[in-house]
């Protein structure tokens, strides 16, 4: 039975490129937990985009792996595709390498002694860039502004300190949608000043003219950058933040297990929010018992935080699916791809397939289930027809804002009117052309919310999201979790009542190679029961979609665009052409630079010597005058 339900429902994406074009791609994959004894190798490889926390943890304990090995392995992960090869900008920043490989021996030498702070003692993170490190982990919390670039936090954040303490290491800061989406209406999903446009690893793949094209698939947002890294091997393991199924939705169209806990379990000091009514940082990872492991690190105090308490887990791996009753809900959905267009009738019909397969081989196996279950239309959540989740947003982000600013022990501004004002004083680094406006801040600033009328839609949400929504579904139908289709209305319905939810990969579409999945809700404080279901689905169902390894697909440009976005390109060169450096990129660097100071934003006179010369400047290193003595013609 098992075999013939993970046959079923395997991703099924057929293949659009000539049969030559896959020979090979197999075999170059690695196991996920092989060793190379047979070449004569002593350390084990493994495929950065498969394996799990759990196997290498596994491998540590096996001692046939280091973790300076394993942070070796991913920062060359990172250093072939974040910002070069496919350029999928999933990672704003990178710890120092001196000081990660610093850390790693620490917890190499530690393992060797026999103390083992965690199950994941020695394994890789990333985190979203809103959650603060301190400047002794050698990265920036900048939100994806440049208006933080530089900016020196007091104290890591709470949830940072609990997986340092219990021996994680943290890699790197994850790229976002800026300020979590509200700088401008119509930004992209995923984009950032500071960081660019994170993209996809899953690809579409075609032939045109006898020639390699794809599309990058849109990868959600706004905790884009954490979900990406993870499904381009630049770590093992997440963090993310959720408003309104922002850590969810990329989640889902990454292959990602996902868990965003009840409003209020983790502590959210040091971290930017939108809102304190609906935010939560959650985990994310790409198996289900690494989840666990890591929900237990963030959501349990550590004993500097107890006063030498030690604390049992909180969660347990259930790979049964004894004691759970579980409603899927009507999948008439999948709105949001619909009305964007980017799926076709055949691909909705393949999604409402895999959905369908998934309940009635669970009916099959004599699993409590309920279907159909009527979820509540989104539009429930308006109050007077217009949006409920506004006024509340826009009236708590000016006071999340300034608490954030005021946990920095250094910072160039300090009001939202001063990250204004800065974005306008640096428009081609702040104010690009595919984000050329800040309405948001400026709605924000200039927001009066009354007081009586956020209330009323706080109370409107908590009502139509729980009493009027889950809970009354729940207790309709005696449920422990409700499950649909990943971009239905059921994380907004959870957002509204503060309820956990999570992410569960279902499969990828054929078009295009793109995950989709399943989203899960139940009742405050119940985490254990999504993550009883992630573990038991995961030991069910087939693995997670994989893209192909990345340096598998060829780039159409086979010299890819140089690390500065357009716009920097673009100004680079007027600045060229309109004034006199004597072909010497240097002086060019240190005019920019000294013009970028306050910004904090700086390039080297390498890569704007590659800028000048892949757009056909004469440009050489080290001549002519310097900065001081460059004018206008």
Known sequence: MFRYIKSALAPNIEPVLPPEYY?????????????QSSVGSDVPEFDPLVVSAYELSEMLNAQCITSVEIVKAYLH????????????RALISVAPRHELLKWARKLDAERERGKRRSPLHGIPIVLKDNIMTNADLGMDTTVGSYAFVGCIPKKNATIVDRLIRRGMIVMGKANLTEFCGLKNPSMPPGWSAVGGQ??????????????????????????TGSAVSLASGFATLAVGTDTIGSLITPANRAGLYALKPTVGEIPTDGIFCLSKTFDSAGGMAKSAKDLVALMDAMMLPTSRETGNKTLSTCFRIKEDWANLRIGFTEPTIWKSWRKSGRINADAERFMLQKYEMVVQSLIEMGVDIVYPVELPPQSSLNLDGKNSFEPIVYSEFKDCLSEFIRQFQTTKVHSLAEIINFNLEHPELCLPPNCPTQSDLLAALQSGQEREAVTAARQHLRQAGGRDGLDY????????????????????????????TAACPLSALKLNGQPFGMTLASRPHTE???????????ATFPPRALPLPLSSVPLQDPFPEPLPDRPIIDLILHEWDTRRFSCSADALADWLNARWKKSGYELSAETICEVLRSNGRIAFRGLGDDAEGAFSR
């Open 198 to 223: 994170c993209q996809s690893p899953y690809v579409a793949r075609h032939i045109a003219k006898k020639k390699l094209h794809w599309e990058l698939s849109a990868p959600g947002g706004s905790s």
């Open 23 to 35: 020979e090979g791609i197999q075999a170059a994959r690695k196991l996920s937990f092989t060793t």
């Open 77 to 88: 992960q990172i250093d072939q595709h974040n910002r070069r090869g496919r350029q999928l």
């Open 528 to 538: 254990h029961l999504l993550l009883h279901f992630l573990t038991a689905y995961e």
């Open 473 to 500: 579904l729940m207790s309709q139908h005696q449920l422990d979790v409700i499950i649909a289709p990943g971009d239905a209305a059921l994380s907004s319905l959870a957002a509204a009542a503060g309820y956990p």
